[in-house]
């Protein structure tokens, strides 16, 4: 083998890393999950329905090829994505699949309330509509992940808490509802509990990471 395609080799094997990294359906969520913030080992875990053991090998793979970093805080151990950069590609790598993939086009409509997502809505209108108060957007994440990251103007109300508090929402005023992406089903369990409530409601399919993508403003 001449030294120029050992050169060669070393460079694909170099990014192969990053493929390979990703190329797991758990590191894929644990990475959508770390879209939305730093979290502990044992929230990923619970939120990826996995074990500890397991969630901490994904993220070691993940870490290896420098997707994910740590910090301590006190005893605990919070994972956190290296870089936006990471987010950016895993929401293209998802759309990628998605414009390629009938099957996963077939699955996200058993997501995506037809009729009612905001595909092709002008976000800066949504924004604009928000800003002056004609609309409310809600995100129905974990207060943590709101804390962290959300879109401008949201206001935060977690699903596990959401049927005790809609009396908070203004009558007859159009909701939209986001959680962490176009496969999270919060939002989706949100539009249904708030319809049968009466209240006007749409899912936007938009997490943080997809607002971002899009050069949106996030606010924290």
């Not at 990826?48 to 006190?74: C, P, Y």
């Not at 002056?132 to 992940?145: C, F, H, I, S, T």
């Not at 009466?198 to 938009?206: S, Y």
Request: charged content about 25%.
């Amino acid at each position: 083998m001449t030294a120029h395609r050992e050169i060669k080799n070393h460079l694909y094997e170099q990014v192969a890393r990053i493929g390979k990294a990703m190329a797991s359906p758990k590191r894929l969520e644990l990475v959508e999950l770390l879209c939305q913030g730093e979290k502990t080992v044992e929230t990923l875990a619970a939120q990826a329905d996995i074990s500890v053991k397991l969630t901490s090998a994904h993220l070691r793979e993940l870490r290896l090829a420098r997707l994910v970093e740590t910090r301590k805080d006190g005893k605990y151990v919070l994972y956190r994505l290296s870089s936006t950069s990471v987010a950016d590609l895993w929401v293209s790598l998802r759309a990628e699949a998605e414009e390629r993939l009938v099957e996963l086009q077939v699955a996200l409509g058993d997501v995506v309330a037809h009729g009612h997502a905001l595909e092709g809505l002008d976000r800066q209108a949504l924004l604009h509509k928000a800003s002056l108060g004609e609309v409310v957007v809600l995100d129905v994440r974990p207060a943590a992940e709101y804390s962290a990251a959300h879109l401008p103007h949201a206001r935060s109300m977690p699903m596990n808490e959401l049927r005790q508090r809609l009396a908070e929402l203004p009558p007859g005023l159009p909701v939209v509802a986001y959680c962490r992406g176009p496969f999270c089903l919060m939002a989706k369990e949100a539009v249904e509990l708030l319809r049968q409530h009466g209240h006007p409601a749409i899912h936007l399919t938009d997490g943080v990471a997809e607002w971002r993508a899009r050069g949106l403003p996030l606010a924290a």
